[in-house]
């Protein structure tokens, strides 16, 4: 199996990348779900006061990814589906969430969701394949 190393430099959660999101998250292993923190700057929008859905898209992704990698299972995204459901706007703090569905041999299956407060900006479903 490949290794996969972190170099702190991820877009998405990369602590040494001053260019990324640099949201931060946290596992809870035995759960097996993931919750992460980031609020979006202007730098981060698409159309005036709404984030890019590439944005939100890149959050669901990291949260299925990074949960993987933090059980043990060295995965990278295979497939993604994203529906979004709520704008997000520049200074919302936004909560990503995330947990595995399923795992087999091959491929893990994984679910994410952002939101802010109540309302569900987008959520996605993945497939993950182990390298």
């Avoid at 981060?44 to 939100?56: D, F, M, R």
């Avoid at 995204?77 to 909560?95: D, N, Y």
């Avoid at 969701?113 to 569900?120: A, D, E, F, Q, R």
Wanted: hydrophobic content about 45%; some cysteine; glycine content about 8%.
């Amino acid at each position: 199996m490949k290794e996969l190393r972190d170099n702190q430099r991820c877009y998405v959660c990369g602590k040494d990348n001053p260019s990324g999101l640099q949201a931060s998250f946290e596992i809870d292993k035995n759960a097996r779900t993931i919750i992460g923190r980031f609020t979006p700057r202007q730098e981060h929008e698409g159309w005036q006061n709404i984030v890019h859905g590439g944005v939100v898209a890149a959050l669901l992704d990291e949260a299925m990814v990074k949960l993987a990698a933090h059980l043990g299972i060295p995965a990278v995204s295979a497939e993604i589906t994203v529906k979004f459901r709520a704008p997000a706007s520049a200074g919302e703090e936004l909560a990503i969430t995330g947990r595995i569905v399923k795992e087999a041999s091959r491929l893990v299956e994984a679910e994410a969701i952002v939101s802010k407060g109540l309302i569900v900006v987008a959520e996605a479903k993945g497939k993950l394949l182990k390298i």
